[in-house]
């Protein structure tokens, strides 16, 4: 638990991927690339397919598919991504921040909610710690994050913090 706890902290200031209370990033554009691209405005739905890139400030989402769904509201919405994996890469916002980079088979972000989870084989890492689980879920407005294991008797959330450095780092 008390292992848990330090990762959180440590990947607390990382993951603040687009929280609402932040309006400088809620004015960022959010671009995409991708082989194929489909549109139903009716829906609300978008799907690109093929060596898919999102990009948003610091934040690079990669994978095979990318499904964008609008909720009620327009600035709301849904995306999950799919890869074999599909990876997340996110820069620093400032100084005091690190670079957080993970994979898992899909991620999911709702802006409705501020929450990213990662699912099937989902791996967060930062400064040479690393979560490994099943599924990984992360709110990035309050900081709280939830791993959980698998199926299987033998699958179990593995944690690894590396010592700090000499200078107190």
Do not use: C, W
């Amino acid at each position: 638990m008390i292992a848990l706890a330090l990762l959180v902290a440590a990947l607390t200031p990382a993951l603040t991927l687009a929280a609402t209370s932040d309006s400088s990033k809620q004015k960022l554009p959010i671009n995409i690339q991708a082989n194929n691209a489909d549109f139903t405005q009716k829906s609300g739905v978008s799907t690109y397919t093929g060596n898919v890139h999102l990009t948003r400030g610091g934040l690079t989402l990669t994978g095979n598919k990318l499904v964008v769904t609008q909720m009620n509201d327009k600035h709301q919405i849904k995306a999950v991504l799919t890869g074999d994996p599909a990876h997340i890469d996110k820069q620093p916002d400032s100084s005091d921040n690190e670079v957080v980079t993970g994979h898992a088979q899909q991620i999911e972000y709702s802006n409705a909610s501020s929450v990213i989870t990662l699912r099937g084989d989902a791996v967060i890492n930062r400064n040479g710690d690393q979560i490994r689980g099943a599924v990984i879920t992360h709110n990035v407005d309050t900081g709280a994050t939830h791993a959980e294991r698998g199926q299987g008797k033998d699958e179990r959330v593995h944690i690894t913090i590396q010592p700090a450095n000499q200078d107190g780092s």
